[in-house]
Structure formats: C-alpha cells, structure tokens
C-alpha cells in the first residue's frame, strides 16, 4: 500500500517545534503548518492532530519561565488550552477548515465505554470534515494516570480511530546513529524496534518537552504493533507533511509490524494502563507466542499488582520482558492462590468452577516484537 493512499493520518507536533527561540509560539511557522494539515484535509485525508504547546502558551500568558509543581503546571495548562485553541481556530478558518478541541486522559482509553465514545466522536467529526485537535487534559490529570507525554498519547489516538500513519514532528530529523556523543547517520528505515535502537535514543534537553526521542520509538512501537506507519522527521522542513506521505526518503519510517487487528484487542494491548502483571514460566511464553493458546494458571509463576475480574494485565516472561497484555478472568487475590496448578483443581480451591483459562485467547494482545517469524494475523 502506498502511503499516499492512506486516508487516516495523525500527526504530533511537540512543543519546541512550535516555539521560536524565546519559547514563544511561533506563529509564522504555525501558519505554515496549518496549511500543511489544510491541503491534507482537502486532499482527502482524514487528519488527527495531537499538539503540544498549551502549557507553554499559558506560562507565557502568567508570566511563569519554569513550572515549580503539578498545580501550577495544570494552572498554565488551563491558561494555555483556550489560547492554543484559538490561535488554531483563527488560522484554520483562513483554510475553510473546521476543527474541534479533544482532551484526553488516560482512563478515556482505559475504560472500555469512554474508549468506545472517544472513537465515535471522533469518527463522526471526520464525517463532518473536521479536524480534531487532541491534547491530554492536563488540568484535571492526576500524577497516577497521566499519559506522561502526548507522544504517548498520539500512538494511543492512532489505535483509537484506527489510522494507517503516525507522524511525529519534531526538532531533530529522526533517529540517528551515535558516535560518541554525537549524533552520526540518520536511520531512514527502522524495520523492528529492538533494545539496540532503543539505546540510540538520548533523553529531552528541552525544559519545556516531557517527550524526547525514547517517548518517540516508544509510541512508535506501540502504533507499529498496531500495524501503523510511523514516521520521525524534522518538524521545520518544506512541506514535511506531503513529501512523507509521498514516499521521499525524510525523518526515520517504522515499519508496521502485522495489519490492524479488531478493535477489541487493540484497546487491550494499546490502554494506557494495566492494573498489574501476571509472570509466566518458558512453557506458557512458547504457548502464547508461538501456539496461539489461552493463558493457564499451569503456567504463571508471579502475581503482581492488585487488580479484579475483568481488569487489563500485562503478562511478562521470566526475563521481565512484557510479551502480551489480556482482560483477566480472575482477581490478584485468586490467581495467587491459582497459579501453578491445573484447572481441574479450581472447585477446590475457588468453591466453584469458573473459567478454565485466566486470560482467555480472544482477551489477550500478543505483541509482535516478542515473535522474529510469525506473521499470522491474529
């Protein structure tokens, strides 16, 4: 499939990308980029825009240069979310586009009916032309359920409305090699997000980004996953928007990892929060992966984490790697008392028969880049 023809498209801008060198919203460069997003809309794209920026433009507004706690940051954020908004507005008008404001927070993704009611909202503002504008509803965030960085955020919205290209637009043009500590050749294609990529990405140096180019590959993996396209690219280039989805060889392009799978199992493996982590012995990590079986209580050796029936878990290997992530049948407090034995022992144990499996098949999100050859869709 060329990437020109892919109709869903999300993009991320960060913050420094919008900022000038005062830390100021630079608002030539926004004009430029609102007619980037424009002519993809009129094009026939259906375009997601994730944007940073709105705690800086409300320290501007306060007179604040560094946030010195959580409340004051939600504070600039309430500033800055309506000023943001309006510079978006007036700009985007000037296209003939619509758009809308979303914010977000991690349990809209986490509990199932506010996933299911963000998607069609947002569906049904692509059926009116318009463009949403997604942000993490900082004012309201608690520490505990934070998205943490709307590179985070973005990956989850590319799950949410099922998009075929993720575009992450920022102050560097893509992953890079390193020699020393400089940065060497950039990496146009990244066909698996392995641990050895995950060393060349350095942490954010900007006092305004909670993101950085780990949150990036991080987010990328999560949508290549999901079978997405994700592509890193300097934010300031010409028509950075059209000539990656014309195919030229700009930024860094992360390969999908399967095609899109249902949309149940894509909001159990792409929440943006799990409840706590089931530990599984070699047997059960070879079944998983590699025989598309049930998770047993035979095979979990730890239980992590307090969590009920019907919460989302993470199941991990014996090395700590996260291999899947499944809606539990059982509470902590049962599987501690399950785990290791055969199913047939459960009245015993319970005082009632229950379920066979503890994460049955059609729950559990298997994620691919645990797997060096299987390519069945699940």
């Known amino acids: 499939m060329k990437l020109g023809s892919t109709k869903r498209v999300v993009v991320k801008v960060g913050t420094n990308t919008l900022t000038d060198k005062e830390g100021l919203i630079d608002i030539n460069y926004l004009n430029d980029f609102t007619k980037q997003l424009a002519k993809l809309a009129h094009s026939g794209h259906e375009v997601v825009l994730v944007s940073s920026g709105a705690v800086r ?4 507004r306060l007179g604040i240069s ?4 959580l409340r004051e940051s939600q504070a600039a954020a309430a500033v800055g979310q309506g000023l943001l908004i309006d510079i978006y507005n ?7 586009i619509t758009i809308a404001q979303i914010l977000l927070i991690a349990d809209d993704f986490r509990v199932r009916s506010r996933y299911l009611n963000a998607r069609n909202t947002l569906y049904t503002l692509f059926e009116k032309k318009v463009i949403p504008i997604i942000n993490e509803n900082d004012t309201i965030s608690a520490e505990e359920i934070k998205f943490g960085d709307n590179d985070n955020l973005a990956a ?6 099922n998009a075929g290209t993720l575009i992450f637009l920022s ?51 999560k949508a ?11 934010g300031r280039e010409k028509n950075v928007l059209e000539r990656i989805l014309a195919e030229e060889d700009i930024g860094t392009h992360f390969i999908p990892q399967t095609t899109w799978r249902d949309s149940r199992k894509r909001w159990i493996g792409m929440s943006s929060a799990v409840n706590g982590t089931l530990v ?16 047993l209580a035979a095979g979990i050796v730890g239980v992590i984490g307090q969590f009920q029936a019907g919460d989302i878990v993470a199941v991990s290997n014996l090395k700590g790697e996260e291999i899947a992530r499944g809606l539990v049948n059982y509470s902590a407090v049962e599987i501690e008392k399950l785990k290791g034995i055969h199913s ?13 499996e503890i994460i049955h098949r059609d729950n559990l999100f298997i994620f691919r880049h645990q797997k060096e050859t299987d390519h069945d869709e699940e």
Request: proline share 3%; no cysteine; net charge positive.
């Open 90 to 96: 007036h700009l985007f008008q000037q296209e003939q």
């Open 156 to 161: 989850q919205v590319t799950g949410l409305v």
């Open 280 to 295: 599984v012995d070699d047997g059960a990590h070879a079944a998983l992966l590699g025989r598309k079986k049930s998770l």
């Open 344 to 356: 047939r022992l459960f009245p015993q144990i319970l005082g009632y028969q229950g379920n066979p």
């Open 171 to 221: 102050d560097v043009g893509g992953l890079h090699e390193r020699e020393g500590s400089q940065l060497g050749k950039r990496l146009s294609r990244i066909e698996k997000i392995t641990p050895e990529i995950l060393t060349l990405a350095g942490k954010s140096t900007s006092a305004h980004s909670r993101g950085g180019m780990i949150t990036k590959i991080e987010g990328a993996r």
């Open 66 to 69: 560094k946030v010195k706690s």
């Open 57 to 60: 433009v409300g320290m501007a």
């Open 224 to 234: 290549t996953e999901g079978g997405a396209h994700v592509f890193i690219a300097n």
